[in-house]
C-alpha cells in the first residue's frame, strides 16, 4: 500500500504546476456553462457527467504527457517494484480525480447563487461506473500504443462519434431501459451493483496492462 500511495503522489507531483489551474476549472466551469445554458440550472446531471469525464481525463492526459517527456514509464519499468502496482496507482489516481470533482460539484450545487443543478446520487454512482469501464480499456491502450499514438486514434474516434453515436443509441432501446430499470431500483442495489462493476473493470484493466507491460520491449 505504501508503494501505491507513493507512485499516487509521485504521479501528482509530475503535474503539480497544474493542480491549481485544474481546481480553478472545476469551480468555475460549471458555474459559467450553468448561467449560459439555464438547462442545467434544473438538472445538474448532464453538465456533472461531462465536467466529471473531462477532469479524470485531464488529469490522466497531464500525467502521461509528464512521464512521457521525463522517460517515466522505462525508468518504473527497471525499478525493483510489482509491475501491477504501478498500474494500481494509474486507477488510484482516476478515481481520486474523479472524488474531488464530485465532491466540489457537489458543494457547489448546494450553493443556491452558483444555480448549478441537483445531481442525484445513483446518477454519480452510475457515472462513476462510465468512468472506470472507460479508463479500465483506455490505460491499458496506453500501455499499448503509446500516448502519441493513442492521441491519434483519440482524436479519430471523437471525430466519428457524432455519426456513430446516434446510431448506437437507436439500437440500444434495451440498453436504456436496464439503465432506468437500475436508477429505479434501492441506492444499496446501486450501490452494490457499481461497486461489483467497478472492481470488475479495474481488476480486468489491471490484468491487461500488465501483461502488455510484460511482454514490452523498451
Known sequence: M???????????????KYLLTIIIFIVVAP??????????????????????????????????????????????????????????????????????????????????????????????????????IFFGIYIPMTFKFGYVKLQIISTGIMFISPFVIPLIVKHLGNGMSLIANIQNSSIWMVAGLSLLIICASISLGTMASNKIIENKEY
Open 2 to 16: 505504501k508503494v501505491i500511495y507513493s507512485l499516487f503522489k509521485k504521479d501528482f507531483l509530475l503535474i503539480k
Open 31 to 132: 458555474i459559467f456553462i450553468s448561467y449560459r445554458t439555464p438547462v442545467f440550472q434544473n438538472n445538474g446531471n448532464i453538465l456533472y457527467g461531462i465536467l466529471v469525464l473531462m477532469m479524470t481525463f485531464m488529469v490522466y492526459h497531464s500525467v502521461s504527457m509528464e512521464e512521457m517527456k521525463q522517460k517515466g514509464e522505462i525508468y518504473l519499468r527497471i525499478t525493483p517494484m510489482s509491475i501491477k502496482k504501478v498500474i494500481i496507482a494509474k486507477y488510484v489516481v482516476v478515481t481520486f480525480s474523479f472524488i474531488v470533482t464530485t465532491i466540489l460539484f457537489l458543494i457547489l450545487s448546494k450553493v443556491s447563487m452558483t444555480h448549478i443543478g441537483k445531481v442525484d446520487i445513483k446518477n454519480v454512482l452510475l457515472i462513476s461506473v462510465l468512468i472506470e
